[in-house]
């Protein structure tokens, strides 16, 4: 693999944005007062880290058959940032290629982002971003 993905962001689809970010508010997170309206949300982590939320709507935006997995199921994502948009494709294609599960093919994504999905062994989504280029 010629991109070294560099793992970037763990995120979250949340049901209440209001809610959710509520909840880790009070576990010392800071995150802004007027975020809860936001369909999209991120806060920085130690470490360079990040942490986002997305609502159910946003996540549908994207992926129509997106179903919520039931109360106390996994609803996070891993994310790792493959610097180019031709590094997202890149990895979306060795990692297919090597009998991996695509999920969404690399696409330029309406928030400026060249993006996919991938399933891990256990099914988890996993996803490969870019920035895209200015302009």
């Known amino acids: 693999m010629n991109v070294k993905p560099r793992f970037s962001v763990v995120g979250l689809v949340v049901a209440d944005m209001g809610a959710t970010l509520a909840f ?5 997170l800071d995150i802004p007062p007027d975020a809860a309206k936001q369909p ?8 360079g880290l990040r942490i986002a939320w997305d609502t159910e709507e946003t ?4 992926d129509p058959d997106w179903v919520a997995p039931p109360h106390g199921r996994s609803r996070f994502g891993l994310a790792f940032d ?14 297919v290629e090597a009998g991996y599960t695509g999920h ?32």
Not at 59 to 62: C, E, G, L, N, T
């Open 59 to 62: 996540i549908r935006s994207f």
């Open 82 to 95: 493959c610097e180019t948009p031709a590094g997202v494709d890149e990895t979306y294609a060795e990692l």
């Open 24 to 28: 880790y508010r009070r576990l010392g």
């Open 40 to 47: 999209h949300v991120e806060a920085a982590l130690p470490g």
């Open 104 to 135: 969404l093919a690399p696409w330029d994504a309406f928030w400026g982002q060249r993006y996919a999905v991938v399933l891990d062994p256990d099914g988890n989504g996993v996803d490969l971003f870019a920035a895209l280029p200015a302009g």
